[in-house]
């Protein structure tokens, strides 16, 4: 199927590894112009560099999300690099795990800050010109835990439901001028992310990171972890030409983890 979107531009944020590069990487493949951030320069520009070697047009920016000021300066740099930004990944590192007690208030402020407010930076300062052009894709990194709530992780199963609650107004307020805004919600794949988090279930308990590996795992209906290549074409999709009539959803990519009927 063509996606219909080649030589549009995105924005992928949070993407030099692990789920954000998978989504870049997707988009790149359907002749998308990129521009990807991350912290950390070097980690940035391999990435880059990878998705170079490709044939894809690339802008590498290095950027805390959590910063608006930061945000600012990449959406500025990528504008007068491609002229424009079609389509808009906002996506940002995760929450630490703990539980509710184990937080204090800086460390809900922070998750606050990595997850709600550098999604509302980014769609603050990308949308209007969307909305101008009359065509824009917007997809919010979410969780499956916005659907089923996961054990040890309070700070994302509280933080990123009001991500869907952005999502979906804002799928209702730029509707009608052809911006179409939806959420995916990942369940557990194998990225750096999740190695930590079972490295760290794992200094709790005494117990391998492998057996909480294997343990998430047989949570799906399929039985095992998503190896992070089999997320992005589901953001590329939801970002073209194609996905014309689908807007205000919450999508869980989760090898069947969530058993709700919705
Ligand atoms: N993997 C999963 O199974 C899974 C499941 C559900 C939800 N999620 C969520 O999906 C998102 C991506 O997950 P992942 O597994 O791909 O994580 P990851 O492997 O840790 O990668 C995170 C990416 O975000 C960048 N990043 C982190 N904090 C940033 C910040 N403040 N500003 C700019 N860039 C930042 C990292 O680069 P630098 O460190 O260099 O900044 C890296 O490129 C996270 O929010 C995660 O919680 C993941």
Redesign the pocket.
């Known amino acids: 199927m063509d996606l219909g979107i080649t030589d549009r531009v995105a924005l992928v ?10 989504a870049a990487r997707s988009l790149a493949a359907e002749g998308v112009r990129l521009v990807i ?4 320069e070097e ?2 520009q391999q ?1 880059a560099g990878k998705l170079r070697q490709e044939g894809t047009r690339v802008l590498a920016v290095a ?4 910063e608006e000021a930061q945000v600012e300066k990449l959406v500025e740099q990528a504008r007068q690099h491609f002229g424009r930004i079609d389509i808009l990944v906002a ?5 630490p795990p703990g539980q509710f007690l184990q937080h204090d208030s800086q460390a809900w402020r922070r998750a606050v800050d ?2 709600l407010m ?1 999604t509302v930076f980014l769609c603050r300062l990308v949308v209007p010109q969307m909305q101008e052009r009359g065509w824009g894709r917007v997809v919010l ?5 916005v659907k089923q709530p996961l054990e040890g992780l309070v700070l ?1 199963n509280s933080v ?1 439901a009001a991500v869907v609650g952005l999502g979906k107004t804002l799928a209702a307020e730029l509707g009608p001028s052809g911006v179409l805004v939806n959420c995916v ?10 190695s ?1 988090l079972a490295e760290s279930a794992a200094a709790r308990t005494g117990e391998s990171p492998q057996a909480f590996i294997d343990s998430w795992a047989r949570q799906g209906v399929l039985g095992r ?2 190896d ?1 290549a089999e997320f992005g074409p589901l953001v590329a999709f939801l970002c073209s030409e194609r996905a014309s009539y689908l807007t205000g959803a919450a999508l869980a990519i989760d090898g069947g983890l969530c058993r709700s009927l919705l």
Do not use: H, Q
């Open positions: 944020a949070a993407s030099s590894r692990g789920l954000g590069f998978e951030c991350g912290r950390d980690r940035l990435a950027c805390d999300l959590t996506n940002c590192g995760g929450p990595l997850n550098s990194m979410t969780s499956i835990t994302s990123r919600c990942p369940g557990y794949f194998l990225t750096d992310r999740v930590n972890i998503g992070p």
